[in-house]
């Protein structure tokens, strides 16, 4: 028998120090669709990416036979390091050194896509720290506030 799987995760993660980087709509989308890039050619399967000025949210499917962090990694190593070759906007691009992860059934799909298409609205009225602490807690995720933010 042949190996069946459904892996939806709900990756979050900002840049460094959550400076407003891609606070230019363009580049941000520029941005976006190069992470798009970078996830399928790792092997995973890119749902949507989407985020604001200081962070990415990812829905995407990761192969069993991928570990997490790995894509992740190398997604954020592979944009920064091509930011910091291609970009005159910014001095040094950064992303933050972690991440966090959710899994997701696949009832709450679409429910995450729309959440990640519209960051731009959600974020009128909602900081990036006070989103990220609320995904932890709706996730029941453990942390320690004093190592939350890098």
């Not at 976006?32 to 990415?56: C, M, N, P, Q």
């Not at 190593?77 to 933050?96: A, E, P, R, Y």
Request: proline share 2%; hydrophobic share 35%.
């Amino acid at each position: 028998m042949t190996t069946h799987q459904q892996l939806l995760y709900h990756v979050v993660f900002s840049t460094k120090n959550r400076k407003p980087y891609l606070q230019n709509k363009a580049f941000r989308e520029d941005v976006f669709r190069y992470v798009v890039g970078t996830i399928e050619g790792l092997g995973a399967k890119s749902l949507i990416v989407g985020g604001y000025v200081d962070h990415v949210h990812l829905l995407v499917r990761i192969p069993a036979k991928e570990c997490v962090s790995k894509i992740v990694g190398q997604t954020k190593s592979s944009t920064s390091l091509h930011i910091n070759s291609n970009s005159n906007q910014i001095q040094k691009f950064g992303w933050q050194d972690g991440f966090g992860v959710f899994t997701l059934s696949p009832l709450e799909k679409d429910r995450i896509y729309h959440y990640i298409a519209t960051q731009e609205e959600h974020h009128s009225g909602r900081s990036f720290e006070e989103e990220y602490r609320s995904l932890l807690e709706e996730n029941e995720v453990m942390y320690d506030e004093k190592y939350l933010f890098d």
